[in-house]
């Protein structure tokens, strides 16, 4: 049977891990908001339909017919997950083909940790309403794999960065929108899109049920170094350092660093035998660079 990957929310990292397994044979369909943007998938070899997350898509079943991954990316809202509330019973019925379930999370459910190395085995603590939203449907993907018999699992993202217009430090930089704050002790995490389509494509291929993955590279940073870093290499003066203390941020931003955690990666290499391209920001950025 040809390998049939399904993704609700064909996004940027639905569609890095698209194009490798459309390169491998594999047919990929998924979701998008919008019939435009439905068209230009098609244009890219993927049969995409339209769900917005409030209505069920039309003919779900032959949109899922055949599925044997299912990859998740939309994100809960006040309901709930929108997937499960309106097609858990469309994906129920194609249970007999699916073989692996990936769910796309945020490390934002551990909550603030204080700058503390943490793994999987951290108890989370999500301190928003959104990231309590995570926890849960996190909670319900895994309990509705286990129902169906599918290996279902838990992916918790940090900030994703690669190629594309506003999808990088480079990119923030040259349009005049990065921002250098400065805060002591503050670190982030990140993963380059080609490497999280990696761990993604790692655990198809180990399906674990139930497990839940870090997926981060392998140096937590302060962000105001990765802009400082990103200057030097097109040879631009970095922006003018904005202590915390005084930066104008909305509240949102300002809550961004609020959490400080340094995530370890072990699991992933460990267990997926996941080498990363990227281990850290500095290959990551030249590589977008020799890209062009």
């Known amino acids: 049977m040809t390998s049939h990957l399904f ?4 996004g940027y990292t639905g569609q890095a891990l698209a194009q490798p397994s459309i390169a491998a044979g594999w047919r990929v369909s998924g979701t998008c908001r919008s019939a435009n943007r439905a068209e230009a998938l098609q244009r890219q070899g993927i049969n995409a339909v339209v769900f917005d997350g409030q209505r069920a898509m039309s003919d779900a079943g032959g949109a899922l017919a055949g599925a044997t991954h ?5 994100p809960p809202d006040e309901a709930g997950d929108p997937v499960l509330r309106l097609h858990g019973a469309d994906l129920e019925a194609v249970a007999g083909s699916l073989r692996w379930i990936g769910y796309l999370s945020t490390i934002g459910v551990y909550g603030d940790c204080g700058g503390a190395w943490i793994d999987e085995t951290r108890e989370p603590h999500p301190a928003t309403a959104e990231n309590r939203r995570r926890l849960e449907a996190e ?3 895994l309990a509705f794999g286990a129902g169906i018999g599918v290996p279902a699992h838990v992916f918790r993202l940090p900030g994703i960065y690669g190629p594309g217009a506003g999808r990088n430090v480079i990119d923030m930089l040259e349009t005049g929108r990065a921002r250098r704050i400065v805060k002591a002790g503050q670190v982030f995490n990140r993963i380059h899109v080609t490497d999280l389509a990696g761990v993604l494509a790692a655990s198809m291929a180990r399906p674990d049920p ?3 993955y870090n997926v981060a590279d392998d140096e937590p940073t302060p962000g105001d170094e990765v802009v400082a870093f990103a200057a030097e290499l097109i040879g631009v003066e970095p922006p003018v350092a904005e ?12 809550h961004f660093y609020a959490e400080c955690k340094r995530v370890r990666n072990e699991r992933i290499k460990r267990e997926l035998g996941f080498a990363p391209l990227y281990p850290t920001y500095r290959e990551g950025l030249r590589a977008i660079i020799a890209a062009g």
């Open 243 to 254: 202590p915390i203390e005084v930066a104008d941020l909305s509240p949102f931003a300002r």
């Open 210 to 212: 139930g497990r839940i």
């Open 7 to 10: 993704c609700f929310g064909l």
């Open 139 to 141: 909670q319900a993907w």
């Open 70 to 74: 299912l990859l998740v990316s939309i």
